[in-house]
């Protein structure tokens, strides 16, 4: 049987890798959230439990693996908040992103608050974070992961992000948006594997995202800072949308230093060839860093 | 609580409930935002008391210099069933702060020697039985 992702085999490197990769259930990491938890503390309690788990990279003190753990949310420490289960990749984004104590952040897509709730993190719960959610029903798990992990500077919003207001300015934005979500996929036993349909609730998700994206720049202060984020593969959801953003507004694609390996942005998919300043952008495969793939584009207005 | 603690904060009340925001010069920025949620909803209006909320106290109970009890897993489990547990710690009957293994895990209510969990069941029961319970939200990858 074909692998749904035959399609990528020209610009995924390491393609047979990619495709091993797959069959490998999803790892568990976990992020010490530093807002609760003292992360060598943390470790030693955990150690306790026979609880074994190992940092994740070099020069940072919070990202683990924990490969013998198969539920982290029954642990007591998951329910006061000292630690979220989290993709590596899902916290790079907020690494990258990095926004300074006391900054203006929005976060487009906010729930389930994750990233929100790591970037409030970052910024030791100063300055303010609106974490912005569209549907009423996804406010619960966005209100429940803020809580839980004691976030302070945060207010929830409810607007369609692609016309979130645009009387006020932001020194950060995340915008994590809507994408098909290929890059979860794993083919373990008994899981389905299918592709998911380009459509989100009847909208084209290129159209959406680039929507999104355009709104996300108009909501940044000069010299402001933005992430976009996909958890998929495809080049239409990812440098395309960037390359959109890059002939309608005056941007700068800035370097990434995630500190692990992924692989620069395309410049050329099928028929289409976008700015050679997409070579910036960041393409990060589960073959690379056992993890959901990721695409990240980190953006500067101006 | 020590003077102080909550200085920091904006302390903001929408019907029965109050809410702790960290403060910052962007919230008059963003006043113009239809908002949702604001910070952490620290208090509540129950009957006649004021009622801190399990939260509220897993993030500043730390900073309580007395009315806290440590308790056993023992203890844990009779509350989870529903029961009370005893303690003849000296405190006037109203709020305490519970801690086990030496993090704050919520509140209970003591009445005349007899405490009653304030903290959900369903995250009593998960504190005891550990890697015998699934959450949902627990494996996000969000």
Known sequence: MNSPFECYREIIPDFPEF???????????????????????????????????????????????????????????????????????????????????????????????????????????????????????????????????GVLNAVITSYQAQEFPVNQQFDYVLADVPCSGEGRIRHTVGAEISRTPK??????LPEMQKKILLRGCDLLKSGGEMLYSTCTYNPEENESVVNFLLQNRDITILPIDAGFKYEKGLTLWRNDKYDARLERTARFYPHRIDSVGFFMARIRKG | MAVGIFDEYHLLKKNKSWWLLRKSDYITRVSSLKVVMTGLKAFQEVGRYIKPTTRMIQVFGHHAARSVLDVTEDDIDKMAQGSYISSDMEVDNGYI????????????????GRITSQIPRRDLASFVYQGNMEISNGCQTD
């Open chain 1, 19 to 149: 495709l091993e990769s797959l069959s490998r259930p999803m790892p568990v990491h976990l992020r010490v959230n530093s807002l609760k938890a003292e992360p060598a503390k943390l470790v030693s309690m955990l150690d306790k439990k026979g609880i074994d788990i190992m940092p994740s990279c070099e020069g940072n003190r919070y990202l683990f693996n924990a490969p013998s753990l198969s539920s982290p949310g029954s642990l007591l420490e998951y329910l006061i908040g000292y630690i979220h289960p989290q993709a590596l990749t899902s916290c790079l984004a907020s690494i990258v992103l990095s926004p300074a104590y006391s900054s203006c952040v929005l976060d487009m897509c906010a729930s389930p608050g994750g990233k929100t709730a790591h970037l409030a993190q970052i910024m030791n719960n100063s300055g303010l974070i609106v974490a912005n959610e569209l549907y009423r029903t996804r406010h619960i798990p966005l209100a429940h992961t803020l809580l839980r992990l």
């Open chain 1, 199 to 204: 459509k989100s609730r009847g909208h084209s």
């Open chain 2, 97 to 112: 702060i519970m801690s086990f293994k030496g993090a704050v895990i919520g509140l209970g209510l003591f009445i005349d």
